[in-house]
T-cell receptor, first 116, second 110 residues
Framework: DAGITQSPRHKVTETGTPVTLRCHQT?????MYWYRQDPGHGLRLIHY???????DKGEVSDGYSVSRSKTEDFLLTLESATSSQTSVYFC???????????????FGEGSWLTVV | GIQVEQSPPDLILQEGANSTLRCNFS?????LQWFHQNPWGQLINLFY???GTKQNGRLSATTVATERYSLLYISSSQTTDSGVYFC????????????FGKGITLSVRP
């Protein structure tokens, strides 16, 4: 158990409404990530964070924003949800360590978002 | 960006059979990981293996970084091995992040 909690786990929302997904970790890891998973695309990086208030864009960041005001929480916001943002969203954490485990990444259980 | 190709895209095995899953990547990376996604959607990290060989029970992985490929071996497959296997590559460092392949769907039949 990597100590990652995502909320909500399932959500249905209407087009144009704002949505925030929360990722909470108990391991005090420095790196946190948001990925989306869609059929035929695998997992694609939306945004990531390498410390409190330090974030950067991934390959599919348009329409998404993130915030990290505390080490343990990484929030993903859809300012105005669209049907193309219907997806499964995964949060992940990692920590740079020496030795054979390196930058091992651990995933949360996913958040299923449907935009209607 | 880095290109990651996994093969074969789909694989069907009889329980007890062995299999090899391949991951090719386009750049010199120092971070490579294999994941298994079970039928319930849970993603489990199998190996962190930027180079060399590791084994964990019936699973083993080998990465030849100079030739830009990695192999995941599954021996004596079980139905619980079914799911999607992802290879992800990237770099360590301040902006550490991974690029995922599209996955290999494995079905193990009893």
């Amino acid at each position: 158990d990597a100590g990652i909690t995502q909320s909500p786990r399932h959500k249905v929302t209407e087009t144009g409404t704002p949505v925030t997904l929360r990722c909470h970790q108990t391991e005090n890891h420095r790196y946190m990530y948001w990925y989306r998973q869609d059929p035929g695309h695998g997992l694609r990086l939306i945004h990531y964070s390498y410390g409190v208030k330090d974030t950067d864009k991934g390959e599919v960041s348009d329409g998404y924003s993130v915030s990290r005001s505390k080490t343990e929480d990484f929030l993903l916001t859809l300012e105005s949800a669209t049907s193309s943002q219907t997806s499964v969203y995964f949060c992940a954490i990692s920590e740079r360590t020496g030795g054979s485990s390196g930058n091992t990444i651990y995933f949360g259980e996913g958040s299923w978002l449907t935009v209607v | 960006g880095i290109q990651v190709e996994q093969s074969p895209p789909d694989l069907i095995l009889q329980e007890g059979a062995n299999s090899t899953l391949r991951c090719n990547f386009s750049d010199s990376v120092n971070n490579l990981q294999w994941f298994h996604q079970n039928p319930w959607g849970q993603l489990i990290n199998l190996f962190y293996i930027p180079s060399g060989t590791k084994q964990n029970g019936r699973l083993s992985a080998t990465t030849v970084a100079t030739e830009r490929y990695s192999l995941l071996y599954i021996s004596s497959s079980q139905t619980t091995d079914s799911g999607v296997y992802f290879c992800a590559v990237g770099y360590t460092g301040a902006n550490s992040k991974l690029t995922f392949g599209k996955g290999i769907t494995l079905s193990v039949r009893p």
